[in-house]
Nanobody, 125 residues
């Protein structure tokens, strides 16, 4: 069973930065494409970013392109989300997810089989 544990969330002022981490255990990490999703109160869970199994390809939703960076360290079984220039609209619970398949085109929650418990990110004005 694949297990994902997020960390790094918190409260930050608009314009600030946070780095989320997601530690993965239970299977060969490099087999999985990894993604980050977020869910704000009253809204559906939405795609944020994804990275391919080796880390050579990354994908972002338009609203975070140029501000967020997804990366992975296969030696540490960890995926990261560096979030810069944060906005109030980025406030949400952030989830990491694993997919046994390509990252390209995988933007729906149903595309990912394994999920972490989520970490809260709150951006104040």
């Amino acid at each position: 069973q694949v297990q994902l544990v997020e960390s790094g969330g918190g409260l930050v002022q608009a314009g600030g930065s946070l780095r989320l981490s997601c530690a993965v255990s239970g299977h060969t990490f490099s087999m999985y494409a990894m993604g980050w999703f977020r869910q704000a109160p009253g809204k559906e869970r939405e795609f944020v970013a994804a990275v391919s199994r080796i880390g050579g390809s990354t994908y972002y939703t338009d609203s975070v392109e140029g501000r967020f960076t997804i990366s992975r360290d296969n030696a540490k079984n960890t995926v990261y989300l560096q979030m810069d220039s944060l906005k109030v609209d980025d406030t949400a619970v952030y989830y990491c997810a694993a997919r046994n398949g390509a990252a390209r085109g995988a933007t729906l929650p149903a595309d990912f089989a394994y999920w972490g418990q989520g970490t809260q990110v709150t951006v104040s004005s």
